[in-house]
T-cell receptor, first 108, second 112 residues
Framework: GNSVTQMEGPVTLSEEAFLTINCTYT??????LFWYVQYPGEGLQLLLK?????DKGSNKGFEATYRKETTSFHLEKGSVQVSDSAVYFC???????FGKGTRLHILP | DSGVTQTPKHLITATGQRVTLRCSPR?????VYWYQQSLDQGLQFLIH???????AKGNILERFSAQQFPDLHSELNLSSLELGDSALYFC???????????FGSGTRLTVV
């Protein structure tokens, strides 16, 4: 099938903690993969992307590596900030498929 | 500013009424997508237009319809509104699957 599955939230961390939000996909090929972020009261913004296997996307301290062996695109950040509090969506580029979103709450 | 413009930002209307939401895509993007985001935060894909033609339909109700005009702006029409239609409606545009989607800031619809 064609789907994107991401870990359910909410995820609550303390400032400077390490973050991982899991995302796995099913596909017959190797679609482009994206992470979007939605800050409170705003639309979704593209956070990072990877267009082929083994690519690493990065932006604002966040990283995600396209791993075809595990069909995963997990989002990581080494030290989160209060301003990272938002909802994060994993998505495929070839199909109109988004994960259900993971709400992240960072405590000061 | 993402380059995708949605109007109006907020809309309050009564049950049974009809509303039109408008979206202007980012310059150069031929694809327009409409999504509904409910309180539980999930994004439901509604419909995709490419250069004026419908390309894909998601879980769009028969009471809802959309079109994309020659100038590439798009309208989403919602009729016979019900309380459960209250949600955020997002428009996104794209230049292709490799580039991802650029989202507008959404229209918040409240049906009372």
């Amino acid at each position: 099938g064609n789907s994107v599955t991401q870990m359910e939230g909410p995820v609550t961390l303390s400032e400077e903690a390490f973050l991982t939000i899991n995302c796995t996909y099913t596909a017959t090929g190797y679609p482009s993969l994206f992470w979007y972020v939605q800050y409170p009261g705003e639309g979704l913004q593209l956070l990072l992307k990877a267009t082929k296997a083994d690519d690493k996307g990065s932006n604002k301290g966040f990283e995600a590596t396209y791993r075809k062996e595990t069909t995963s695109f997990h989002l990581e950040k080494g030290s989160v900030q209060v301003s990272d509090s938002a909802v994060y969506f994993c998505a495929r580029g070839d199909k109109i498929i988004f994960g259900k979103g993971t709400r992240l709450h960072i405590l000061p | 500013d993402s380059g995708v413009t949605q109007t109006p930002k907020h809309l309050i209307t009564a049950t049974g009424q009809r509303v039109t939401l408008r979206c202007s895509p980012r310059s150069g993007d031929l694809s327009v997508y409409w999504y509904q985001q409910s309180l539980d935060q999930g994004l439901q894909f509604l419909i995709h237009y490419y250069n004026g033609e419908e390309r894909a339909k998601g879980n769009i109700l028969e009471r809802f319809s959309a079109q994309q005009f020659p100038d590439l702006h798009s309208e989403l029409n919602l009729s016979s509104l019900e309380l459960g239609d209250s949600a955020l409606y997002f428009c996104a545009s794209s230049a292709g699957g490799l580039y991802g989607y650029t989202f507008g800031s959404g229209t918040r619809l409240t049906v009372v």
